[in-house]
C-alpha cells in the first residue's frame, strides 16, 4: 500500500527499570536521578529502532535522533527541574526546537501521542522523542534511610528556558471535598470501588475476592514483563489477606491492590513521519502506527457525577477511538487499561465493553501500576513501549492504551496496528460519532473529542451546608499504619437528591462500614460534618 509520507508511526521504544540492589549494597546518591533514566530510556529507543541489543550499534536511530525536533517530557513527581527536556537534550547532544512538559496526570502520555501524531500528519513535527522517568523508590530510601543522604540531582538555575506545557493543569477537587478528606488518590478510589459493589450486588468477601482474581491476572502479566518492578505471581489470597507486608490502606483496598509509586522506572517512545522513518532507513518491522485516539474529561469535580460505578468519557472516546480507527471491541487484540486501582479497570472495561474476568485477555500488557509499576506521571509511556513489543510479535493485530488523570476525570485513548488504517484518511462524516463531536485528521491519524456529548450529559447538584437525613451512596475508610480503621469519608443524598459529603470517625460506625453493606444505609447529618449511621 502506498503510504502518505506524512504518516505517523512508531519506530522505537525503550524502558529502563532500576531495581534496588541487595540490600545494604550501593550508595543511594549514586543511583541515577530521573533525567539519567530518561536519557538511557531515549538511547534504548534509538537501539530499538533498529532491533539492536542493547548497546548495540543503531545507525538508523541514531539518525533519526540526529532529526529531531520536539522533545516531549511527562513531568516528573520525585524532583522539580525547571526544564527536563533541556537536561535531556543536552545530554543526548541534541537540539529540538521545541521542548515540552507535562502537567501532572497519567493521561497525559496517551494524550501526548495523539497531539503528537496530529502534529506530524500535519506536518508540523517530523521527528518527535516522548519520554519520562521517576525516581520516587531513591526519594523515599533516603527519607527513610539513618544518614539522610543528600542527592546530587540537578537543579536548573532560576531564568532556565522555559518548556511549552503540555495538558489541563487544573486542581482535581473542590474545598468542599478536601475538607472531609478526599485529598489523595487513596482516599478517593475506593468510592468507586464500593459502588461497584453495591450497583452489582455484591457481598464484601465476594467483591473482595473478585478484585484479588482480578489483580492475581495482573501480577501474572507482570511476571513475564521484563520491565516490571515486581515480577513475582501473586494468588488473589496474597494480594486481597491482610498481613504485616500487605497492610489495609483504604478499604477495601490492601497495599498490593494499589498503585506502587515507589519505583526508578523510564520510558521513551520515538514518534516521526514515514517519510523519516524510510529516510533513516528504519526497518519496516520495527512500525507500529497510532491508527486513532480521543480524549474526553468526565464532570470534572467528584461532587457533579451522576454516580461513582460508571464514566461516560470513558465510553464516549473508547467507542469514538475505535470508530476512527474502524475497529470493533471485537477485533481489539491486547489492551492495557489504566490500572492504578481495580475499580478503574473495572469501570473501563464495562464502559467499553470488555469482561473484566477473561483468563485469556487479561487487560493488561505491562502488569499494571501495582506490579509493573506507577512512575509518577510516566506510567503511560511504558503502556504504549509495551504495547509496541506485543504488537510487533502479532502482525495484524489492533491493540488499545487507556490513560487516566486525577480521579477518573481526565481520559485519553490510543488504538495501535501494525499496519496503517485501510484506505488511508477515513471520511470522518461517515463515522458515527457522538453528536458534536470534535474531530481532527491527519496523515492517516484521527482523533476525536466527544466532550460535548460529556458535558450534555445529567449531573448531580452539591450540596456543602446539608444537615439532617441523608443515604449513603458509597465512602471510602481510611487504615491507620496500626491496622485500625481511622475515618471514612462517604458521599451522601439528601432527600432532594443532591449530594453532600460526611465524615464517620465512630469507631463501631467504621467497624460497621468494612464488615456490612454501608452504601444504602441512612444517616443523620450533623453541622460539623459528621454523620451518624443508622
Known amino acids: 500500500m502506498a503510504l502518505d509520507p506524512s504518516t505517523p508511526v512508531i519506530v522505537g521504544v525503550g524502558q529502563v527499570t532500576n531495581r534496588p540492589g541487595p540490600e545494604g549494597t550501593g550508595s543511594l546518591a549514586d543511583r541515577p536521578e530521573p533525567v539519567g ?40 513527581l520525585s524532583w522539580h527541574y525547571e526544564n527536563p527536556g533541556l537536561l535531556v537534550a543536552e545530554s543526548l547532544g541534541v537540539e529540538p526546537a521545541q521542548l515540552m512538559v507535562t502537567t501532572t496526570g497519567g493521561n497525559n502520555p496517551q494524550s501526548m501521542v495523539n497531539a503528537t501524531a ?29 544518614d539522610r543522604p543528600l542527592l546530587p540531582w540537578t537543579v536548573q538555575p532560576a531564568g532556565t528556558l522555559r518548556p511549552t506545557v503540555f495538558g489541563n493543569d487544573r486542581r482535581g477537587t473542590t474545598e468542599a471535598e478536601e475538607e472531609r478528606g478526599l485529598d489523595l ?5 475506593p468510592l468507586f470501588e464500593n459502588a461497584l459493589r453495591a450497583e452489582a450486588g455484591r457481598s464484601l468477601p465476594d467483591h473482595r475476592n473478585r478484585i484479588g482474581a482480578l489483580w492475581s491476572r495482573f501480577s501474572e502479566v507482570a511476571a513475564g514483563n521484563p520491565h516490571a518492578w515486581f515480577r513475582q505471581a501473586r494468588t488473589a489470597e496474597e494480594i486481597t489477606e491482610v498481613g504485616e507486608a500487605n497492610r489495609m490502606i483504604a478499604y477495601p483496598y490492601t497495599k498490593l491492590l494499589t498503585a506502587n509509586m515507589q519505583v526508578d522506572q523510564g520510558a521513551a517512545v520515538m514518534l516521526c513521519s514515514v517519510a523519516a522513518a524510510r529516510a533513516a532507513g ?21 461532587s457533579h457525577r451522576l454516580d461513582f460505578h460508571s464514566s461516560p468519557a470513558i465510553r464516549l472516546a473508547g467507542s469514538s477511538a475505535l470508530a476512527l480507527a474502524g475497529t470493533g471491541i471485537g477485533e481489539l487484540g491486547p489492551v492495557d487499561l489504566y490500572s492504578c486501582f481495580p475499580s478503574v479497570v473495572q469501570i473501563a472495561a464495562a464502559e467499553l465493553g470488555l469482561p473484566d474476568d477473561d483468563p485469556a485477555r487479561p487487560l493488561t500488557v505491562t502488569g499494571g501500576l501495582t506490579f509493573a509499576g506507577g512512575p509518577g ?21 489492533r491493540g488499545l492504551v487507556t490513560g487516566l488523570g486525577w480521579y477518573l476525570t481526565k481520559h485519553s485513548v490510543g488504538v495501535y496496528g501494525t499496519e496503517p488504517a485501510a484506505g488511508g484518511p477515513r471520511d470522518v462524516g461517515e463515522v458515527p460519532l457522538p453528536e458534536g463531536t470534535q474531530v481532527e485528521e491527519a496523515g492517516g491519524f484521527a482523533w476525536a473529542n466527544p466532550q460535548a456529548a ?11 451546608d446539608a444537615s439532617g437525613e441523608v443515604t449513603v451512596e458509597t465512602y471510602s475508610v481510611a487504615y491507620g499504619r496500626t491496622g485500625v480503621p481511622e475515618r471514612a469519608v462517604l458521599a451522601c443524598r439528601t432527600p432532594e437528591g443532591r449530594r453532600a459529603w460526611a465524615n464517620v470517625t465512630d469507631d463501631d460506625q467504621l467497624a460497621l462500614l468494612v464488615t456490612e453493606e454501608g452504601c444504602g444505609r441512612l444517616g443523620t447529618l450533623r453541622g460539623d460534618g459528621i454523620v451518624d449511621l443508622t
Open 37 to 76: 533514566l530518561m536519557v538511557a530510556a531515549v538511547r534504548a529507543a534509538v537501539e530499538d529502532c533498529d532491533g539492536a541489543s542493547p548497546g548495540g550499534a543503531a545507525p538508523h536511530g541514531s539518525k533519526l535522533l540526529s532529526r529531531i525536533q520536539s522533545l516531549r517530557v511527562a513531568n516528573p
Open 118 to 146: 496530529l502534529a506530524v500528519g500535519r506536518g508540523e513535527v517530523d521527528v518527535a522523542v516522548l519520554v519520562g522517568a521517576d525516581c520516587v523508590y531513591t526519594q523515599a530510601a533516603t527519607r527513610r534511610h539513618a
Open 185 to 189: 488518590p487513596i482516599h478517593v478510589f
Open 282 to 302: 528504519v526497518p519496516e518491522d520495527r512500525w507500529v502506527f497510532p491508527l486513532a485516539g480521543a480524549d474526553a474529561d468526565d464532570h470534572w469535580f467528584l
Open 377 to 397: 506521571n510516566n506510567y503511560g509511556t511504558h503502556a504504549v513501549a509495551s504495547m509496541v513489543g506485543v504488537l510487533r510479535s502479532d502482525p495484524g493485530a
Open 454 to 464: 460529556v458535558g450534555a450529559l445529567p449531573q448531580c447538584a452539591p450540596d456543602a
